[in-house]
C-alpha cells in the first residue's frame, strides 16, 4: 500500500530490475511510487520439455514412487507437470506423486502442488530449505526414497545445491528432478548496460528476485572484468536489494550486505524498497539548500533535477567528500573525452551550477578547484580545505 501523504517515495531514485518473470509487474510496483526503472533480464529460463534426463526421472517416479517428495519452487513444479502432459504420463505422475509424503518449501511450491489436485502433508512457515532439510534429518531418512525437484543450475556464485548430498549422506536414496535450467539472455548488451550503471553510480538500487539471476550478473561482470568494480558498488552506494535470504546468499557469500523484506514477494520487496532508499539517501546541505545526490539525478530542495551525464559526473566526484576541495585535474579526470584541458572543467562546472539552479552551492577555490559550498553547520573543520 502507498503511503497517502508521500504516494512516490521512490522519486528521483533509479532502481535495476533484473527479473526475466513478472518484470512488468515488478516495474510497475517501483514507478507507482516514483521511481525511474531500468530492466535488464539477467537469465532465460529454458523449460525441459524435450530433456531426456527430465523424462528419464519422471518415467523411473511413476514407475516406483518414492516415499517423500520434496518441491522447491512454484515455477519448478509447474514446468514439471507440464513437460509430463508432454510426454502423456501427467495422469501417471500425478497419481505416484499422490501416493508420496509431499512437503513444500514454500506457498508458491504448495499452490503449485495444489493446483496440480495434490496435497502437501507440511511446509516450513520460514520458506527455507534448511528447514525442510532439519524436518527430515529430524525424522530419519536412512534407507527412505526422496525425489527432490531442483531449480536451475548451479555455478561458482549460485548456492550449491548439497541438500541432496546431506540427505545421501544421511542414508537417503534421493532421486534428483532437474525441472528447469537456465542460462544468460541472448542479447547481453541490456546486462552490460546495467553493470556499467551500477558501476558508475547510475543506479541507486539494483534489485534481484532469483539466485540465478545474482549468478548470471555475475558470471558476466567477471566475463567483462568489471566484476571487482561491481562488487565494490554494491558494498557500497548501490543497495542490493534481494527478494529473500537464498536470492541474496550468493552476493552474502562475496561480502555484499544485501536487503531484503520479511517476506519473499514482490509487493513486499518494492515497499522495502521505497523504504529503504529514502532512509539511506545523501543530504548535503549547502548555501542554504538541501542537496541529494541520486544515481541519475540530484534532488534541490525536494525537486528533482535531472542532470547530463558530465554534470553527474562532477556532482558525484564533488560529493563524495562534500566539503572538500577538489583539483581541477581530477574534476576533469570525471569528465569522459574531455582529455587534458582544464578549461572544460570551468565548462562544466557552469552547465553544472546552472542545472541545479543554485549556483553559489558549487564554490570556486582559487587556484586550487572546486567545492560544495556547506553550510557552516555541516563544514568539517579542516584546514587544509580553507582558500
Not at 535488464?40 to 528419464?56: K, Q
Not at 538500487?205 to 562488487?231: D, H, N, Q, Y
Not at 560529493?319 to 572544460?344: F, K, Y
Request: aromatic share 4%; proline share 7%; glycine share 8%.
Amino acid at each position: 500500500m502507498i503511503d497517502d501523504e508521500n504516494p512516490t517515495p521512490l522519486a528521483g531514485f533509479t532502481i535495476g530490475v533484473t527479473a526475466a518473470r513478472r518484470s512488468e509487474e515488478f516495474a510497475t510496483l517501483l514507478t507507482r511510487r516514483g521511481a525511474s526503472v531500468i530492466h535488464a533480464p539477467a537469465i532465460r529460463i529454458i523449460p525441459l520439455s524435450d530433456d531426456t534426463e527430465l523424462e528419464r526421472v519422471t518415467r523411473d517416479i511413476v514407475a516406483n514412487p518414492p516415499e517423500i517428495a520434496v518441491a522447491t519452487t512454484g515455477i519448478g513444479f509447474r514446468g514439471w507437470m507440464e513437460a509430463a502432459e508432454g510426454w502423456g504420463v501427467a495422469e501417471e505422475l500425478t497419481k505416484a506423486l499422490g501416493s508420496t509424503r509431499l512437503l513444500a518449501r514454500g506457498p508458491k511450491a504448495k499452490g503449485a502442488i495444489r493446483a496440480a489436485d495434490l496435497r502437501e502433508e507440511w511446509s516450513p512457515a520460514s520458506e527455507s530449505s534448511a528447514e525442510v532439510l532439519d524436518h527430515l534429518l529430524a525424522e530419519g531418512v536412512e534407507g527412505v526414497r526422496i525425489a527432490v525437484q531442483l531449480h536451475g543450475a548451479t555455478t561458482e556464485w549460485e548456492p550449491i545445491p548439497d541438500f541432496c548430498e546431506v540427505l545421501r549422506c544421511a542414508g537417503a536414496e534421493v532421486i534428483a528432478v532437474p525441472v528447469y535450467r537456465w542460462t544468460p539472455p541472448d542479447d547481453q548488451s541490456p546486462m552490460d548496460r546495467m553493470i556499467e550503471l551500477t558501476v558508475s553510480s547510475g543506479l541507486d538500487c539494483l534489485s534481484f528476485t532469483s539466485a540465478p539471476a545474482v549468478a548470471s550478473m555475475l558470471m558476466r561482470a567477471k566475463e567483462t572484468g568489471l566484476i571487482e568494480p561491481l562488487l565494490y558498488s554494491l558494498r557500497g552506494r548501490v543497495l542490493a536489494a534481494c527478494v529473500g535470504p537464498i536470492t541474496a546468499a550468493p552476493l552474502e557469500e562475496l561480502s555484499v550486505a544485501t536487503s531484503m523484506p520479511g517476506r519473499a514477494r514482490l509487493g513486499a520487496l518494492a515497499r522495502h524498497i521505497a523504504d529503504e532508499l529514502p532512509r539511506r539517501a545523501n543530504r548535503i546541505q549547502a548555501d542554504g539548500h538541501v542537496l541529494s545526490v541520486r544515481g541519475g539525478c540530484v534532488v534541490v530542495d525536494g525537486e528533482v533535477r535531472q542532470l547530463p551525464p558530465a554534470s553527474m559526473a562532477l556532482m558525484r566526484t564533488l560529493a563524495r567528500q562534500p566539503g572538500r576541495v577538489v583539483s581541477r585535474e581530477n574534476l576533469l579526470a570525471a569528465l569522459p573525452g574531455c582529455g587534458e584541458d582544464t578549461h572544460a572543467v570551468e565548462t562544466a562546472i557552469a552547465r553544472l551550477r546552472a542545472a541545479l539552479g543554485t549556483p553559489k552551492a558549487i564554490q570556486t577555490v582559487v587556484k586550487r578547484g572546486y567545492r560544495l559550498a556547506l553550510d557552516p553547520a555541516e563544514c568539517v573543520d579542516n584546514s587544509s580545505d580553507r582558500s
